[in-house]
């Protein structure tokens, strides 16, 4: 429903290239548009406040609030290419739809850069020596990460759409 009536989204989503639609450059009131994404919010507002305490956040005076929260639908074939998401604390993506061959959420490490002369890692090396980590996420999955750290979503492999919200918090 959003992909078909949100106008300014399909058009940010054609200008840039993004296969597929997201609201993300569109609509910023999804969680008063409709009682469900309000809903969400609040379930994942308790998430974020788990997860800055397992960060050992220091949040003073502040707190964590949702600063955007936003659909993608992610067409057979389409990526998502290696970003960050500036000016936030926490991010993370909820997955609606994963239809089998759906992409994996690929984490990159954030040494990487550092790591020029360093010779490459065993298949077997244990997940926190790789350079890269994928998630992959069923329908209902969360994933939380802090909003520093560089992601990118690769080719999707299923053969139709695969569904998920995307969120960032800020620290106000």
């Known amino acids: 429903m959003l992909a078909r009536e949100d106008i300014a989204g399909r058009a940010w989503c054609k ?6 639609y997201t609201s993300y450059a569109s609509l910023n009131d999804l969680t008063t ?3 469900v994404f309000g809903e969400l919010k609040t379930k994942l507002d308790k998430h974020a406040a788990t997860f800055a305490k397992d960060l050992a956040f220091d949040l003073g005076r502040g ?3 949702l600063d955007s929260l936003w659909a993608n639908l992610l ?7 290696g970003h960050i998401h500036p000016h936030s604390v926490l991010s993370g993506t909820i997955y609606v ?4 061959g759906s992409s994996a959420l690929k984490l990159e490490d954030p040494r990487l850069p550092m790591m020029m002369a360093a010779p490459p890692r065993r298949r077997d090396a244990p997940q926190d020596d790789q350079a890269f980590v994928y998630l992959t996420p069923e329908a ?16 999707n492999r299923a053969k139709t759409e695969r569904i998920s919200i995307s969120f960032n918090y800020g620290w106000r």
């Open 140 to 155: 209902g999955t969360v994933f939380m990460w802090e909003s520093w750290l560089r992601h990118e979503v690769p080719a």
């Open 33 to 35: 548009r409709a009682s």
């Open 97 to 100: 739809t994963t239809p089998p």
């Open 75 to 81: 067409k057979p074939g389409a990526t998502h290419s």
């Open 63 to 65: 707190r964590l609030k």
């Open 15 to 20: 200008a840039n290239n993004y296969d597929g």
